[in-house]
């Protein structure tokens, strides 16, 4: 079974549109992330959410909207989709987000193209 | 963010020990010394972590320094499917703050 798993695996749009990446994982962690990685192969995070709640929201445009419906998926929903918003996003979760630190558990990448 | 310097590459030979270097001269006192590595096409996969003392799993070593500057992931016996980026990231504590992910090394593994 995929501990972190993503969809799609492959996202193609146009500038203007709106669209969602989905993450699962089925571990029972705490804590949830979005991380982007752009073409020069730089992984930044985005966000994290503890227990369904917004933990970390890094310098990222409104475009950007998370959404933690419980604690085993959390969503991205991306409007107004921009050239360079082409990228490979991330999710990743972990045990918690507090006390000594927990590996990271990564899904496989959502690689968005805007065109 | 305590920031970490590794090469851009390293080439080994397959069946043979590989030690990446990070240095972190500006690391604190909490902050943890997390290995990752990201394969081709592929999300990143933890490796090893620690915080003042060597450590062992069944993926690598990790050597830390004793004044904790620097630290040496150490794979006893590479094989092809150990090429990838690998990054040293500091980090303190829990996951709160995400994880600040670097360059990294390439290491290139030959047959």
């Known amino acids: 079974d995929t501990a972190v798993s993503q969809t799609p695996k492959y996202l193609v749009t146009q500038m203007g549109n709106d669209k969602s990446i989905k993450c699962e994982q089925n571990?029972?962690?705490?804590?949830m992330y979005w991380y982007k990685q752009d073409s020069k192969k730089f992984l930044k995070i985005m966000f994290s959410?503890?227990?369904?709640?917004?933990?970390i929201n890094e310098t990222v445009p409104n475009r950007f909207s998370p959404k933690s419906p419980d604690k085993a998926h959390l969503n991205l929903h991306i409007n107004s989709l921009e050239l360079g918003d082409s990228a490979v996003y991330f999710c990743?979760?972990?045990?918690?987000?507090?006390?000594?630190?927990?590996?990271?558990?990564f899904g496989p990448g959502t690689r968005l193209t805007v065109t | 963010d305590a920031k970490t310097t590794q090469p851009n590459s390293m080439e080994s030979n397959e069946e043979e020990p590989v030690h990446l270097p990070c240095n972190h001269s500006?690391?604190?006192?909490?902050?943890?010394i997390h290995w990752y590595r990201q394969l081709p096409s592929q999300g990143p996969e933890y490796v090893i972590h620690?915080?003042?003392s060597n450590v062992n799993n069944r993926m690598a070593s990790l050597a830390i320094a004793e004044d904790r500057k620097s630290s040496t992931l150490i794979l006893h016996r590479a094989t092809l499917r150990d090429a990838a980026v690998y990054y040293c990231?500091?980090?303190?504590?829990?996951?709160?703050?995400?994880?600040?992910f670097g360059k990294g090394t390439h290491l290139i593994i030959q047959p």
């Open positions: 990743a979760s972990s045990q918690s987000s507090w006390g000594p630190p927990y590996e990271q558990y």
């Open positions: 500006t690391i604190s006192g909490t902050d943890y």
């Open positions: 990231i500091l980090s303190t504590g829990g996951g709160a703050d995400g994880l600040t």
């Open positions: 959410y503890n227990n369904k709640e917004l933990i």
């Open positions: 571990l029972g962690h705490d804590t």
């Open positions: 620690g915080l003042t």
